[in-house]
Each structure stands twice: as structure tokens, then as C-alpha cells.
């Protein structure tokens, strides 16, 4: 995988620490999606955020979706940027969706306040879609895009898909005990899609054991005095400077992830949640059940 410079890295983080809020907001979604399938079809929809971008690009009738942002083709942050080559980008600027004229704009609970509330002013209607946490999150958020854009049906499939994806994938409990690293030494505790993700693939989380709550940072000192059964992370490959990414060169980690093993997981499986969030589940499963001299090469 392409290390992540300084910037990207922060960028990956910010994105990564929006899965890190109130089991609430599932029962917000369902009012939501309720709520939207009483609404008029629209015509013309603008996403101007990661997430809901993947998702539109997934439940939107052909030519329904008419830009996605910029983020949806960065490889490290978007499952989908293959597909997202078919849309016209933006930048989430009030200024270039006004010229749009979308009948609804697609953005998360963390899109930038200013953008949002002059939308709105302006007198566009802009749906606000809460992170995911948990797989139910990823379903309620999923069929909340599809009562949005007229498109249940297709929202059914997506579900049906992840349903069948983890009756496959979710493994029994292990025992073991595995270790998330990110950038900046961060790692990501229990009310996290990263915790659910864990627990899908038969693992207990270090971070969640001693309380970690959402994102935290985890000293390096603190990471080895744990002595986790398997290392996991999102980068592998460093190559040009990046201090965010400093952890990953400092010998005391590489010995630790030479002895455990090392799980690296693309950051696109996780940093939104979607039918590929699944992909994550497999990854790690098959990393903890590998030999340790396997598991950390690039999946």
C-alpha cells in the first residue's frame, strides 16, 4: 500500500476518528429513512463527502448521482475509485454545488458547518448522514440512501449482501488479542466500526480491554507493555518522510510486529462503512488465523 504522506495521513485519521460516536444515531437513521420515503424522487443529487459518496454511487439510479467529492477517488480513503472516475468532482465548496442546483446534497454529521448551513440558507435540502460504528449503523445508513433516492429495492440488495458476506466471514473467538496502530500512534477503542470490525473477525481489541473509548492515542510503550497476539494496521510500505508515520519505523515496533505478526488492512475497508467493510472482517480473520510469517504481507 502507498504510505501516506503527512497530510493524507491527517486526512485518513480525521475520517477514521468520525467512527467513534453514539449508538444513538441508529435509531435517528431509521426516523430519517422514514421520514425521506415520503419525500419526492430527486432528479439531481450531489455527494460532497467520502462516505456518502460510496454509498450513493452504489444505490443511485443511472444519472440520478451528478458529482461525488474528490475524495472518492483517493485509493486510501474510498473503496470505489474506480467507479467514482464515472462522476464530476467537488471540492464540498457551497459555491460549486449552488451552480449544480442539486435537489438534495448528500454530507456527513462532520462536513464543514459554514458549507452546510449556507446550503441550506440558500435553500437547498441537505441530508446529514451520521458515521457508522456498528454493522446495524451500516445497514440504517444504507437504507436511509435508498428511501432518500426512491431506491428500497436496491438498498435490500446491499443489505442481503452484507448479511450474506458475514454469515461467510464472521468468525468464532479466537482468544487472541490483536493490537490496532494508525498514524500519529492513534488506535481506536470500543463504540468504534474499527471495535466492530474486531469482534467480527473473532478477535478481542488491546485499545477496548483498557478502556479506550472512540480514538485515542496509544504510546509505544504502552502498545508493547499490552503484548498483543497480532499487530494490526493500515500502512505498510513507508518510504518518504511522514511524521505521522513515525511509529511504524521505530525498531521496538517492527520488532513487536515481527514476533506477533502484522495484519495490514487497507484504510478504504474502514474509514466508511459499507458492503466492503466486510473485506476488513476477511482480511483480518484470515491475518490472525496465517502464520506469523505470513501475515503481514499486503492483502
Not at 464530476?88 to 464543514?112: G, I, K
Not at 460504528?133 to 429495492?153: C, Y
Not at 508515520?245 to 474502514?270: C, D, M, Q, T
Request: proline fraction near 6%; aromatic fraction near 6%; include cysteine.
Amino acid at each position: 500500500m502507498i504510505p501516506l504522506s503527512s497530510l493524507k495521513a491527517g486526512a485518513v485519521l480525521a475520517a477514521l476518528a468520525l467512527v467513534c460516536f453514539l449508538p444513538a444515531k441508529l435509531v435517528r437513521a431509521q426516523e430519517e429513512a422514514r421520514s425521506a420515503s415520503l419525500k419526492p424522487v430527486p432528479d439531481r443529487v450531489v455527494s460532497i463527502n467520502v462516505c456518502t459518496d460510496q454509498l450513493a454511487m452504489l444505490i443511485s439510479a443511472p444519472g440520478q448521482l451528478k458529482s461525488v467529492s474528490r475524495f472518492s477517488r483517493d485509493p486510501e480513503m474510498s473503496a470505489m475509485t474506480r467507479q467514482a472516475q464515472a462522476y464530476p468532482l467537488n471540492h464540498a465548496q457551497a459555491e460549486e454545488v449552488f451552480l449544480m442546483r442539486p435537489d438534495v446534497v448528500l454530507a456527513s454529521a462532520y462536513t464543514s458547518r459554514t458549507t452546510v448551513t449556507l446550503l441550506r440558507r440558500l435553500g437547498f435540502q441537505v441530508e446529514e448522514f451520521q458515521p457508522a460504528t456498528s454493522f446495524d449503523d451500516i445497514r440504517a445508513n444504507i437504507r436511509r440512501m435508498g428511501a432518500l433516492l426512491g431506491r428500497e429495492a436496491r438498498a435490500e440488495e446491499l443489505v442481503a449482501q452484507i448479511d450474506e458476506d458475514l454469515a461467510h466471514t464472521v468468525g468464532k473467538p479466537s482468544g487472541k488479542r490483536a493490537a490496532l496502530v494508525f498514524a500519529n500512534s492513534f488506535t481506536a477503542g470500543s463504540g468504534t466500526l474499527t471495535q466492530a470490525i474486531v469482534e467480527a473477525a473473532g478477535l478481542s481489541n488491546v485499545a477496548a480491554e483498557t478502556g479506550v473509548v472512540g480514538s485515542a492515542r496509544m504510546p509505544l510503550e504502552s502498545l508493547i507493555m499490552a503484548n498483543p497476539d497480532l499487530v494490526v494496521s493500515g500502512v505498510q510500505g513507508y518510504r518518504s518522510p511522514a511524521r505521522a508515520n513515525e511509529i511504524f519505523l521505530h525498531p521496538a515496533y517492527r520488532e513487536l510486529a515481527r514476533r506477533k505478526g502484522l495484519v495490514s488492512i487497507p484504510s478504504r475497508y474502514w474509514v466508511c462503512g459499507g458492503p466492503f467493510t466486510s473485506q476488513a472482517v476477511r482480511i483480518l480473520r484470515a491475518g490472525a488465523d496465517a502464520p506469523k510469517a505470513l501475515a503481514g504481507r499486503q492483502p
